[in-house]
C-alpha cells in the first residue's frame, strides 16, 4: 500500500511539473491533458504502422486489376494515407490513422470499372463527384441527420455484407475460389502452389492474430511471398535495388487524372449515390469506437473534437480520389485499436503512423513484387473480422432479419455493393411498411429509398 502511495505522490510531482512548463508537444498534442506522454505516444503510433502496414501491398493489388499502373497506385495508396493521417493528427488531434478503405475500392475496381465497363479514369470521375457531395454533406451538417435515420441493423449489416464481398474477392483472387459455367463458382484447384500457399497464408495470419502477435498481417505477407520465391513461382529480389529504391515513384499516372466529364456523360447515379451513403457512416462506427476506447467520449456519448474529425474525414476523400487512390472513402482502420491499447490518446500516435507510411515508400521495388496470393489471405481475414457486427442484428425479429440478411447476402452474390445497399434499403422500408410498422421507418429512409428505386428506372 506504501509503495503504490509513492509511485502515486511521484506520479503527481511529475505532472505539476509537465504542467507547469509544458514542452510544444505537450502544447500541440495535450499530453498532460490526456494522461499520456511522447514516449507512450511514439510506441503506439510504432505498433499501430506495424499492424496497419499490409494495406500498402493490397491494395495497390485490388487497384491493379482495374488497370491502374501499380507503381502508381503504391504511391497513390501511400500519399492519400499521409495526408489523411496527418489531418487526423495535427487538426483533429485524432490517435487515429486513416487510409482507403478497402471495401469501397473493391467496389471501385470489380463494379465500377470492371462490373460496369468503364475506364478507371471515368471511375474515379464518379468518385471524386461522391466525394464533394460527401464534403458538401459534411460541412452542412447533413451527415449526421442522414447518419440519425438509417437504422442500427443495416448500419451493421453493411459492415457484414462488405465483410463477405472483401473475403469473396481474397477467395478469388486466391485461387480458391473460381468461375464455373454449371454452378456460377466453384472450388479451385488447392494443390497449385498459388491456392496452396495463400490457404497456409491464411491459417498462418489467423494463428497469429489468435496469438495477438503485432503485425500478423504482414509476417503473413512476408512468409507467403517468400515461400513463392523459394518454389520459383515469385520472382526473388536481385539485388539491394530490388528492395529499397531512394527514387520516389511517381504518382504522376494518376494525379488529377479523374473524368469528370465521362463520368457525368454515363449518367454513373447509382455509383456515385452507394459510394456517398457508404462513405456517410461506413467510417463513423470505427470513429466512435475508437474514440470511445481511447476515452476521447465524454458521459454523453459526444466525441471531442467530431466536427474537426468530420471535416478531416471529407476533405481526406476527396484527396484520396484526386491522388488516384481509388475508393473516396477514408477508412479509420480497426488495427488503430492495438496503439490505442498502448496508450496512444492524441495525435502525436497518428503523426507517426504517417512519418513511417510515408518511410515505406522506399521499399516500393519490394511491394510491387508481392504476388496476389500473398495478399489475398488479408482479405479473407478481414472479412472474417467485419462478421462480428452480425450480433448487433436482432435476427429474432424478421422485419429486422429478413432486410439485414437480403443487404450482407447480396452484396457478394450481385458482386456489387451498391446493389446489396440497394435492395437491403428497400427491403427494410416495403417489410416495415407491409408489416404494420410503419412508426419504425425513418424519414430519411423514405427519401433513400425513392431515390434507388428512381435509380432502377433510369437504368432501367
Not at 500473398?374 to 432486410?403: F, Q, S
Not at 422500408?429 to 428512381?454: D, P, Q
Request: charged share 15%; aromatic share 10%.
Amino acid at each position: 500500500m506504501a509503495m503504490n502511495e509513492k509511485m502515486e505522490a511521484q506520479h503527481m510531482e511529475l505532472t505539476k511539473k509537465s504542467s507547469s512548463n509544458p514542452s510544444w508537444l505537450d502544447k500541440l498534442f495535450h499530453l498532460t491533458e490526456r494522461k499520456t506522454d511522447v514516449k507512450t505516444e511514439i510506441l503506439a503510433g510504432i505498433t499501430t504502422f506495424v499492424t496497419m502496414s499490409y494495406i500498402i501491398f493490397v491494395n495497390p493489388t485490388i487497384l491493379s486489376d482495374a488497370g491502374i499502373p501499380k507503381e502508381a497506385a503504391i504511391a497513390a495508396t501511400i500519399f492519400a494515407t499521409v495526408f489523411a493521417t496527418l489531418l487526423f493528427a495535427l487538426w483533429a488531434n485524432m490517435p487515429i490513422a486513416v487510409a482507403p478503405g478497402m471495401g469501397l475500392n473493391a467496389f471501385f475496381t470489380y463494379t465500377v470499372v470492371l462490373g460496369e465497363g468503364l475506364t478507371w479514369q471515368t471511375g474515379l470521375g464518379a468518385v471524386f463527384i461522391s466525394g464533394v457531395v460527401f464534403f458538401i454533406l459534411t460541412i452542412t451538417g447533413l451527415r449526421k441527420k442522414i447518419i440519425e435515420g438509417i437504422p442500427t441493423i443495416l448500419k451493421s449489416a453493411i459492415s457484414v455484407g462488405i465483410g463477405l464481398f472483401i473475403a469473396f474477392i481474397g477467395f478469388k483472387q486466391a485461387g480458391i475460389i473460381v468461375s464455373n459455367k454449371e454452378n456460377l463458382v466453384t472450388l479451385g484447384q488447392l494443390t497449385k502452389a498459388g491456392p496452396f500457399l495463400a490457404l497456409l497464408g491464411f491459417i498462418a495470419v489467423t494463428a497469429l492474430t489468435a496469438r495477438k502477435i503485432k503485425g500478423a498481417a504482414l509476417i503473413s505477407i512476408l512468409l507467403v511471398s517468400l515461400a513463392g520465391m523459394v518454389l520459383g513461382i515469385v520472382e526473388a529480389p536481385k539485388s539491394i535495388s530490388s528492395v529499397v529504391s531512394f527514387s520516389m515513384p511517381s504518382m504522376s499516372e494518376t494525379f488529377l487524372q479523374m473524368d469528370i466529364k465521362s463520368a457525368l456523360h454515363y449518367g454513373l447515379f447509382s455509383i456515385i449515390f452507394s459510394f456517398t451513403l457508404v462513405e456517410l457512416f461506413g467510417n463513423l462506427g470505427s470513429m466512435i469506437g475508437l474514440s470511445k476506447k481511447a476515452g476521447l467520449m465524454d458521459k454523453k456519448g459526444e466525441i471531442k473534437g467530431l466536427d474537426k474529425t468530420l471535416m478531416a474525414d471529407s476533405l481526406a476523400t476527396i484527396a484520396s480520389a484526386a491522388m488516384g487512390s481509388g475508393s473516396t472513402a477514408m477508412n479509420a482502420y480497426v488495427e488503430n485499436a492495438v496503439g490505442i491499447a498502448e496508450g496512444g490518446k492524441t495525435g502525436l500516435k497518428a503523426l507517426i503512423v504517417a512519418i513511417l507510411f510515408l518511410v515505406s515508400i522506399l521499399f516500393t521495388p519490394l511491394i510491387s513484387i508481392i504476388p496476389s496470393f500473398a495478399t489475398a489471405p488479408i482479405l479473407i481475414m478481414v472479412g472474417a473480422l467485419m462478421l462480428t457486427e452480425i450480433k448487433n442484428i436482432p435476427l429474432d425479429e424478421i422485419t429486422d432479419a429478413v432486410p439485414a440478411f437480403c443487404t450482407i447476402i447480396l452484396m457478394p452474390l450481385t458482386f456489387s455493393i451498391g446493389e446489396g445497399l440497394a435492395l437491403g434499403f428497400l427491403s427494410y422500408t416495403f417489410v416495415k411498411l407491409l408489416a404494420g410498422r410503419a412508426k419504425e421507418i425513418h424519414w430519411i429512409m423514405y427519401i433513400i429509398s425513392a431515390a434507388f428505386i428512381i435509380n432502377f428506372v433510369w437504368a432501367a
